[in-house]
């Protein structure tokens, strides 16, 4: 479904473009569909949804999604550009690496690893204490939820910025270098243009991940003045059951997170490419020391950032019996049906990134907004349409690869994009002017362009969805029992250790994938 | 399009359920831990299905509150001949539904605190909630509801959301049982205790466990997995002088179940041994019915409720809103 879909470049809207929306069209709204239908028997939820309390809720969410939009975004900034300043140096690849590996875990082994240092009993405790003079109450607040959005979107954006610099043509910077142009300037004229052009697709994903932020909000928010709309959509459906007030609250939550990401758009810039082939395949580095300084900084702040967690999830899972653990038939059963369905998940995930990315920016843009969609929504409203129709046990599986696919094409999109766009640019008027088109401009000339992309795109959405369980809560899960399930089973019947065995597990394996994504998407010439 | 029905046959043929050859099948929808492998499931299971000769399907779905939304959708078309799970919480509405048929069933094994007489829901086990403590952190646990709401702002607890955890439910109506109408007031005190508020039971547990708070919601019947699988008498559960919410979980018979001569069965068995005896230690609740098994010496140690609060059901589910709203605005200040 891919094969023709490089055809984009051309003004027309492609088939595959078309086709990938209209997959996500027909799965939200068919949602929706279900919903409506059977919110329509009872329609009292709906006027009832925005009351006061709904709309400080609302508040909110908003408030503590574009906090930590700005907390993620702007010190990504800052350690993308270190990070593509020193191309090579030691540990660089695995620092990438580990940037991705908290999109896969489950919030509440984030959050445990981000107590595990911060809370009342953590590593710091005792340093706080000292510090403030009296007993550390820990990092439940705003504080908290600000962090651990930040530990899960910093890196996220971080990877993504740095992938936008990749496209930034070696000659410029040799250019740079030639003239001796300083840090500001080089910023100035180089790198901002590039990272203004991502900044608006970023920054709109972090936003949207944090207003649909939900388990980290609730047990790090202290109490439930901490609070957002995604919780009362969960609890409309999944308690409640009240599809009228689920519908109303989900539509608020995509118009307000519309006129955000609308307000984003205004920020950001187009890019013009730059059409000349690069006849530079390096990098000419020239920092001065000072320069060095700071980068580093910048690089090991956000490593501390992401390894501090994860080394309290690695430190907790150690205690677990693991031999015992990786034994079970239950693991090597999840552990099975996980990586299928990531595998399935991240496939259609990029199939789709890449069909809507040479469809264009503004269907692309507007297939994201998936992202403020709850899987709840979609799982239930595809369970109320199917129910009657089918066997609901039958479609769970196909249903998780659906909804995981859709909710992870858009970091696939924001991975893919700036690379397309440059490639875009730089080659077709060369290829209509010597008439390569179809398969042979696929093999040869967008391949080799977006490969690497490509597989970051893959990382990320496998990634996502091995982490992710939020679709089958009515569907049942015997058919679809992940890892994350697993864990979430383990703590609920008192068997923390292995919870935290099955969270180091989960990290590691997703550090598999990664490394797996890493060497398809390797260029032969590094 | 085409990797996706791809996909979707491969999922299919994959999903397909098993289908029973020759043998009659009881189908039963229940909720996750039950069916979990160190849950009851497999046991009884195991058990009913040498009893009958038939074929006993699980279908799990997260709690019991997902339970009863799950029958709600299907309505009369349900494949569940059987709904395990359900709380006293839910029965009212369960009833309304009118999906649910008399069990018909001697209810002679059935014991639970303060009886029993509904017709038809069946009481499978029973626990009261409490608060569980580490005996490590706190060296005078509260004595009473009463000293939990006023006591030291410093000695937290965590406590589940009622919007979305059972437990956290069943707390908010302890509060009410005991404070009635001053329960809003009793809110504003406890908030200074509260470290925070947990979508579910697993969050908080894990909080506690961690060290992160000394005390947590959760049942007297804790501190026994603690007692028996970990061999630690480090978690107690702290006795309160007002008594103890209890909390019974039921099954009942559907309306399509009435025809399946093997689920009125199934309901007769679950009163007695086979099914009861697997209870104490895979679901760490209190059998509702006739054990052979005596219970392990360290249920003999857990907390004696001094009384047994329970809000009727009709209650419950009558004002289960409002009462939601006043924990929100008490707590959200």
């Known amino acids: 479904m891919t094969t023709r879909s490089t055809a984009g470049a051309a003004p027309a809207t492609p088939l595959p473009g078309l086709a990938a929306l209209g997959f996500v069209g027909l799965v939200v709204g068919g949602a929706f569909a279900g919903l409506i239908a059977e919110g329509a028997r009872d329609p009292q939820g709906a006027a009832a949804a925005l009351d006061g309390y709904m709309l400080r809720v609302a508040g909110f969410t908003l408030f503590q999604a574009a906090a930590s939009t700005v907390l993620s975004v702007v010190p990504a900034i800052a350690v993308a550009r270190a990070l593509s300043r020193h191309p090579r140096f030691f540990g660089r690849s695995l620092i990438l690496k580990l940037f991705a590996v908290p999109l896969a875990l489950p919030a509440i082994v984030a959050a445990m690893g981000i107590l595990s240092l911060f809370g009342r009993a953590g590593w710091f405790a005792a340093a706080f204490s000292a510090m403030t003079g009296g007993t550390w109450p820990g990092i439940y607040g705003l504080s908290g939820i600000l962090l651990a959005h930040v530990f899960f979107n910093l890196p996220l954006a971080a990877r993504l910025f740095a992938e936008a610099l990749e496209t930034v043509p070696a000659d410029q910077w040799r250019l740079s270098s030639q003239l001796g142009m300083r840090a500001g300037i080089v910023f100035r004229l180089i790198e901002w243009p590039v990272l203004r052009a991502a900044l608006p697709g970023v920054a709109g994903l972090v936003f949207m991940l944090c207003v649909t932020s939900f388990t980290i909000v609730l047990t790090l928010g202290g109490g439930p003045a901490a609070s957002t709309l995604e919780v009362a959509i969960y609890q409309a459906l999944r308690f409640d059951f009240d599809p009228a007030r689920a519908v109303v609250l989900t539509l608020a939550q995509v118009a307000l997170t519309l006129i955000v990401v609308a307000f984003l758009v205004r920020i950001g810039a187009n890019l013009s490419g730059d059409a000349n082939l690069a006849v530079t395949n390096r990098r000419y580095m020239a920092a001065s020391g000072s320069e060095r300084v700071f980068d580093g900084f910048c690089i090991a702040a956000a490593l501390l950032l992401v390894a501090g967690p994860m080394a309290a999830i690695v430190a907790a899972g150690l205690e677990a019996d693991l031999w015992r653990l990786v034994r079970e038939a239950s693991f090597l059963r999840a552990t099975a049906t996980s990586l299928v369905l990531a595998t399935a998940s991240a496939t259609l995930a990029a199939a789709l990134a890449w069909s809507l990315t040479a469809a264009g920016r503004r269907l692309a843009g507007s297939a994201s907004f998936v992202l403020v969609v709850p899987p709840i929504v979609i799982g239930a409203g595809w369970f109320v349409l199917l129910r009657t129709v089918a066997d609901v046990f039958a479609i769970a599986p196909a249903m998780v690869v659906a909804v995981n696919a859709i909710m992870a094409m858009p970091f696939a999109l924001r991975a893919i994009r700036p690379a397309h766009d440059a490639a875009a640019a730089r080659h077709d008027r060369l290829c209509a002017a010597l008439g390569i088109g179809g398969w042979n401009r696929l093999r040869l000339i967008d391949w080799p362009a977006l490969r690497r992309p490509l597989a970051t795109a893959l990382t990320f959405a496998a990634a996502l969805s091995l982490g992710d369980l939020g679709v089958i809560a009515l569907f049942g899960s015997d058919t679809v029992k992940t890892l994350p399930y697993l864990l979430y089973e383990r703590m609920g019947s008192y068997r923390t250790a292995d919870a935290a065995g099955l969270a180091l597990l989960l990290g590691a394996f997703c550090l598999l994938l990664i490394l797996a994504a890493d060497r398809l998407g390797r260029t032969e010439d590094t | ?333």
Not at chain 2, 160 to 173: A, C, E, F, I, V
Not at chain 2, 210 to 223: C, I
């Open chain 2, 1 to 333: 399009m085409r990797i996706f029905s791809l996909l979707l046959t491969a999922f299919s043929l994959l999903a397909a359920p098993h289908v029973a050859a020759a043998k009659d099948t009881l189908t039963v929808y229940t909720y996750e831990s039950f069916t979990a492998e160190w849950g009851p499931g497999p046991q009884v299971e195991k058990a009913f299905e040498a009893e009958c000769g038939c074929d006993v399907k699980f279908v799990a779905v997260a709690d019991g509150v997902a339970l009863l939304n799950r029958v709600k959708l299907e309505g009369k078309a349900t494949k569940a001949d059987i709904v395990l799970g359900l709380d006293t919480n839910l029965t009212a509405e369960a009833k309304a539904s009118g999906l649910f048929a008399p069990s018909g069933i001697d209810m002679a094994n059935v014991n639970v605190p303060g009886g029993w007489a509904d017709d038809t829901f069946v009481p499978f086990d029973y626990g009261y909630f409490a608060v569980v403590y580490d005996t490590q952190a706190l060296k005078t646990p509260p004595a009473s509801l009463k000293e939990l709401v006023e006591g030291d702002p410093e000695q937290k607890i965590v406590i589940q959301d009622p919007r979305t955890s059972t437990p956290g439910l069943g707390l908010l109506l302890w509060v009410k049982a005991v404070y009635g109408d001053k329960a809003a007031d009793a809110w504003k005190l406890l908030r200074r205790r509260v470290l925070t508020v947990t979508p579910g039971w697993s969050e908080s547990y894990g909080l506690f466990t961690k060290g992160e708070a000394p005390m947590v919601l959760s049942y007297t019947t804790s501190p026994a997995y603690h007692m028996i699988s970990e061999k630690t008498d480090r978690y107690q559960a702290a006795a309160f002088a007002e008594g103890h919410y209890l909390e019974v979980e039921v099954a009942a018979l559907t309306v399509n179940g009435e025809k399946n001569p093997l689920a009125k069965k199934f309901l007769a068995f679950m009163t007695g041994p086979g099914f009861q005896d697997a209870i104490p230690e895979t679901n760490w609740m209190f059998p509702a019915g006739r054990i052979d098994k005596p219970l392990d010496p360290a249920f003999d140690r857990l907390v004696k409720p001094a009384r047994t609060l329970l809000l009727p059901s009709e209650e419950v589910a009558a004002n289960r809103k409002a009462w939601v709203d006043e924990w929100l605005s008490a707590m959200s200040k």
